[in-house]
């Protein structure tokens, strides 16, 4: 896991604030995907970046999630006006290049929604 | 599209004996096979993986796996486990060419019992 960085790793947001999750892929990556895991759940997948492209978001709500990846600077994920469902643990992966292998990850952005 | 079943959630077993944690996929397209653990509270750690090549791959603290086409499977095992392998394991799935997108199984809590 090392070299994936995120912050914050915990995060406490009240009902219809914002939460801004950033991850920092490994050096030399330019691929990050953010997933989501709720408690007894596995990961879900939630947004497939390269630089300054979205590939695939196909698994983010329609409504107050975004997701980018700039050219300069970490990925970020946005919740806009939080509910209690959100709360979760949200996860980064990066990769090197398409189709070279494994993902590595961070070590999750906890959200908790009062 | 890719998918992934992992048919135990909850696997417990006592200290040195074997386990095994199943996992089936299904892909169109051939695939890339990846098992991962996830200790309480932190990120995902590669255990190993399938690319191509030989069919039993070993990977880290002792894992290995053996795939087979035929039966879509990837089972995860260790001859003899330890307390410190009571954690989360997750089998994954990503197409080898073409695609992107890597699904993750439910996952298996493997408790190991003194």
């Known amino acids: 896991n090392a070299g994936v960085m995120q912050n914050p790793r915990h995060l406490v947001r009240r009902r219809g604030q914002e939460a801004r999750l950033r991850c920092s892929p490994m050096k030399g990556h330019s691929h990050v995907y953010w997933y989501r895991q709720l408690p007894e759940e596995g990961l879900k997948f939630m947004v497939y970046l390269q630089k300054e492209n979205i590939i695939d978001e196909s698994g983010m709500p329609k409504e107050r999630f975004s997701a980018e990846f700039p050219k300069e600077g970490p990925s970020i994920l946005r919740i806009q006006q939080v509910v209690r469902g959100d709360s979760a643990a949200y996860f980064c992966?990066?990769?090197?290049?398409?189709?070279?292998?494994?993902?590595?990850f961070g070590e999750g952005s906890r959200l908790t929604v009062l | 599209a890719q998918s992934v079943t992992q048919l135990d959630s909850q696997v417990p077993v006592f200290e040195e004996a074997p386990v095994e944690l199943r996992c089936n996929y299904s892909?169109?397209?051939?695939?890339?096979l990846f098992w991962y653990v996830q200790y309480p509270n932190q990120g995902l750690q590669l255990l190993l993986k399938y690319l191509s090549g030989s069919t039993l791959v070993k990977g880290i603290n002792g894992f290995e796996a053996e795939f087979n086409k035929s039966q879509t499977s990837f089972h995860l095992r260790k001859p003899s486990v330890h307390i410190s392998d009571t954690a989360e394991y997750f089998c994954a799935v990503s197409g080898s060419s073409g695609t992107y997108k890597y699904i993750f199984g439910t996952g298996t809590r493997l408790k190991v019992l003194a």
């Open positions: 992966a990066s990769l090197q290049g398409a189709n070279t292998g494994e993902l590595f």
């Open positions: 892909s169109s397209v051939s695939v890339y």
